[in-house]
């Protein structure tokens, strides 16, 4: 069988199982697969597969039938221009969270920095940031030993070791120095609201990174309370939020003695970060 239609019978496949996103799912996984591009797939559509690569293929697709992402699939996320590699134990990187890294990275340009990341999953936030400010260190913390070593893995893929470090920490005590930038997506999901989730989060995400307590805030109240003792005077704090939940924040922010310096909105126009200064 060729590429092409490979594809097409996987993303019948898929379609079939409800997968809104059959075609683009079935291209990933293929490449991946074969080790190639999707660009390659369209130029190279008549291109046989072998049968040890439809072996594999196959499995991944039913895989995914069940719901498991792709990203978890492939073992990799494309997350601010850079492929990172994930697991079970990471959250798969979000579109949305970009927003986040470009805020920060427009307010602070070059400047040479302390940053310190506050659940940091697979690293993705921490090591975007550090690509663009050239001149900074940063430390990220998680209390997810498996996560640890995946974001470990990815300081090592981007040759970031000389600047950047991870460890396995509950942030509620950590101690260790002074930022001029604190950022986190901590896990804002009310536990109400958790089983709403797809399929493809609630089963195979972590939820210890998804709930975020009775009101989806509880551990963005800890992460402000936390932030007032490890921010430097004039650092900034950046956090992702849930929907509906800017009102509170900003109160609680505000109770801290922090002062909004600006609001990212997402695709949806939700606010969805809060960038605050100390």
């Known amino acids: 069988m060729n590429l092409e ?90 579109p949305e969270t970009e927003l986040l890294v470009y805020e920060v990275i427009k307010l602070l340009g070059n400047k040479k920095i302390n940053i310190l990341d506050i659940g940091t999953g697979s690293g993705c936030i921490l090591l975007s940031i550090l690509k663009e400010l050239t001149f900074s260190k940063g430390v990220g913390i998680d209390i997810s030993p498996k996560a640890i070593k995946m974001a470990k893995k990815n300081l090592s893929n981007f040759n970031l070791i000389h600047r950047g470090r991870f460890m396995i920490f509950d942030f509620n005590k950590f101690n260790i120095g002074k930022y001029e930038l604190i950022v986190s997506n901590p896990p804002y999901i009310p536990t109400r609201d958790m089983k709403k989730l797809s399929k493809d989060v609630i089963n195979f995400e972590p939820r210890i990174a998804l709930d ?54 997402d695709y949806k126009r939700n606010v969805r970060c809060i960038i605050s200064t100390k």
């Open 5 to 94: 239609d490979t594809v097409k019978k996987a993303s019948k496949i898929l379609k079939n199982n409800n997968i809104h996103s059959h075609e683009l799912d079935s291209e990933i996984i293929l490449s991946d697969v074969i080790g190639v591009n999707k660009e390659y797939l369209i130029t190279n559509n008549k291109n046989l597969i072998s049968k040890k690569n439809v072996k594999k293929f196959n499995l991944a697709i039913k895989r995914r039938i069940k719901r498991e992402p792709v990203a978890y699939i492939t073992g990799r996320k494309e997350f601010w221009s850079q492929n990172f590699s994930v697991n079970k134990h990471t959250l798969v990187p979000r």
């Open 212 to 265: 975020g307590g009775l009101d989806g805030i509880d551990l963005i109240k800890k992460v402000i309370y936390k932030s007032k003792s490890l921010l430097k005077q004039n650092g900034l704090l950046a956090l992702e939020i849930g929907f509906s939940q800017y009102q509170k924040v900003s109160a609680i922010l505000k109770d801290c003695g922090f002062r909004e310096k600006s609001k990212v909105y």
